[in-house]
């Protein structure tokens, strides 16, 4: 039962590259599937979230964090009556063109195209990943998905100037996307925002008193937590506490998202709308964003994560400096690219699919030539 301005594979663009529809997976399903048996996508096992392997083996990866941004997109797509199948393959596909290294990898990547007169984002890596890198299908480049899921990879989480990217104007960019991708910005900071607290505190860079008294919605689920449980050990605390933090920003979602749903009678109504629909309440947007800022103070510029990262960084800008003054060092099929497009995009494509474990080893190896 989908809303009336839900996205209805009926009416989908279809793909770049017309293929027979399948006897009985639809579109969408189909667009999942081929996301999930994707390279890139099993190499999410290895890139860093917030945490590299070098703290624990129990922290998120940027695999292990997508899968709960799909679990928690999927509930939030059902309950408010939106394709779920659309929504769970954007939130499946959204990270696939983060780097190594984390937000610090991207940072060092986007630095050193910036220098040459380009850009790195991670949103239009994941559509050239998709278009153009995975080589799996004899009659097509790419995954071939359908043009309604690589809209989402491209809108989710930015609005563009119409003109500023003509390279993208298939894709509609002066109107808003469907609700479907809408909501994967913000499942994707529900799921961030939780499982960062959850890490930071379990690499004992935060303390739960302390960010109970900076963030005041922590707080007051803690004071729940206690009037539920009286005493508990305090693992169990936290955690309980936690789920109430995932509840609480999920059911805001959920419900101001059916209020803004009110009277929209078709995908057309979403995409015309002069700003975005999917929010959290007033209140609920103030307090995730309290928890945000405190995150950012207290774990993401903790002096351990700054130095990890200005290692990272260093790792990154070391690879790519020495690749582009020797490029008889990519492997051939990256050098044949080399002699057809810019080598510094060439190389920047080649570092972004590289996981933490090989650009590591690649650096070493270069270091020691």
Same mark, same amino acid.
């Given at each position: ?61 940027? @695999?292990?964090?997508? !899968? &709960?941004?799909?679990? $928690?997109?999927? =509930?939030?797509?059902? *309950?408010? /009556? ?8 954007l ?40 278009e ?10 790419g ?31 002066? @109107?808003?996307?469907? !609700? &479907?991708?809408?909501? $994967?910005?913000? =499942?994707?900071?529900? *799921?961030? /925002? ?62 101001t ?33 309290? !928890? ?20 990272a960084?260093?790792?990154?800008t ?39 474990s ?12």
């Amino acid at each position: 039962m989908l809303a009336p301005c839900a996205v209805r594979e009926r009416d989908s663009a279809g793909r770049r590259y017309p293929e027979p529809a399948h006897p009985y997976r639809g579109e969408y399903q189909r667009d999942r599937d081929r996301v999930i048996h994707a390279r890139a996508f099993r190499r999410l096992e290895n890139k860093t979230q917030v945490f590299s392997r070098r703290f624990s083996d129990h922290f998120r990866t940027r @695999l292990t964090h997508t !899968l &709960e941004v799909a679990q $928690i997109s999927r =509930t939030v797509a059902r *309950a408010a /009556g939106l394709n779920a199948d659309l929504v769970e393959t954007l939130a499946l596909a959204h990270d696939l063109g983060h780097p190594p290294f984390g937000h610090a990898g991207e940072h060092a990547l986007d630095q050193l195209m910036r220098r040459q007169g380009g850009q790195f984002d991670h949103n239009l890596q994941a559509l050239r990943i998709v278009e153009q890198f995975e080589v799996r299908y004899a009659a097509f480049p790419g995954l071939n998905l359908t043009f309604e899921v690589r809209e989402g990879l491209v809108k989710h989480s930015r609005d563009y100037a119409p003109g500023g990217f003509p390279e993208l104007a298939e894709y509609e960019l002066a @109107l808003r996307p469907p !609700l &479907e991708a809408q909501i $994967i910005d913000l =499942t994707d900071e529900i *799921a961030y /925002g939780a499982a960062d607290l959850d890490d930071g505190m379990e690499a004992r860079l935060l303390d739960l008193d302390t960010a109970a008294a900076h963030v005041p919605l922590l707080a007051r689920l803690l004071a729940q937590v206690d009037a539920a449980f009286g005493r508990l050990p305090p693992k169990l605390r936290f955690n309980e506490m936690l789920k109430r933090l995932l509840d609480y920003l999920v059911t805001d979602l959920i419900e101001t998202l059916r209020r803004a749903m009110a009277g929209l009678d078709s995908v057309d109504a979403v995409r015309r709308q002069p700003c975005r629909l999917a929010a959290f309440s007033p209140q609920a947007d103030t307090e995730r964003r309290q !928890l945000k800022q405190y995150l950012y103070t207290h774990l993401y510029h903790h002096p351990r994560l700054l130095d990890e990262n200005a290692r990272a960084e260093s790792v990154v800008t070391e690879v790519f400096e020495r690749l582009l003054a020797q490029p008889e060092a990519l492997p051939p099929a990256y050098r044949e690219r080399a002699e057809q497009a810019p080598p510094t995009r060439v190389i920047c494509d080649y570092l972004a699919g590289m996981t933490d474990s090989y650009i590591r080893q690649l650096h070493a190896r270069l270091s020691a030539a």
